[in-house]
């Protein structure tokens, strides 16, 4: 099991112990529900947290936690960070999963490690070659295998990239 960052404890707010979260999450509105069970780690400690109730304002996620029934019990939680298991995730590629992969081409040679994936209206890869980063938009017409188990993309090489 892997722990996916989906958010982290930021401050309290308002008289009834709700604690504001800055989202990580592409769908935050899956990943917060009521009677959510998150994990929870901060310097050290660890525990679950289930989710009372939940609400969105502005770009951030106001949770009541079970057992946390004010302002003041919330303190301690700040600043820590908010997990779900990559268990709990239906099948298919994410963004994490690319980041821990080296590209190919269809030669099987190494291209190198995707340092980076940037996410636009698109993604994109940025991977270190031998002599420089290189940009490979994550799109069928490059990118034609991905197997995250052995931790490999499989693109089509074009000159220009």
Not at 23 to 49: C, H, Q, T
Request: net charge neutral.
């Amino acid at each position: 099991m892997k722990k996916i960052l989906i958010g982290e404890i930021t401050k309290g707010f308002g008289l009834k112990g709700e604690a504001k979260i800055r989202i990580f999450s592409a769908d935050p509105e899956k990943r917060f529900k009521k009677k959510a069970v998150l994990m929870y780690e901060n310097e050290g400690i660890e525990m679950d947290l289930t989710i009372e109730t939940v609400r969105f304002h502005q770009e951030a996620a106001l949770i009541k936690f079970v057992g946390y029934p004010d302002l003041t019990s919330i303190d301690p939680l700040i600043k820590g960070k908010l997990y779900i298991s990559s268990d709990t995730l239906p099948k298919g590629v994410y963004v994490y999963q690319l980041k821990e992969c080296s590209v190919y081409d269809e030669q099987d040679q190494l291209i190198g490690p995707v340092t980076e994936v940037i996410e636009n209206t698109q993604l994109i890869l940025r991977v270190k070659t031998k002599e420089r980063d290189i940009l490979i938009p994550y799109v069928p017409v490059f990118i034609k295998a991905v197997d995250t188990d052995l931790k490999k993309i499989t693109i089509k090489w074009m000159e220009g990239l």
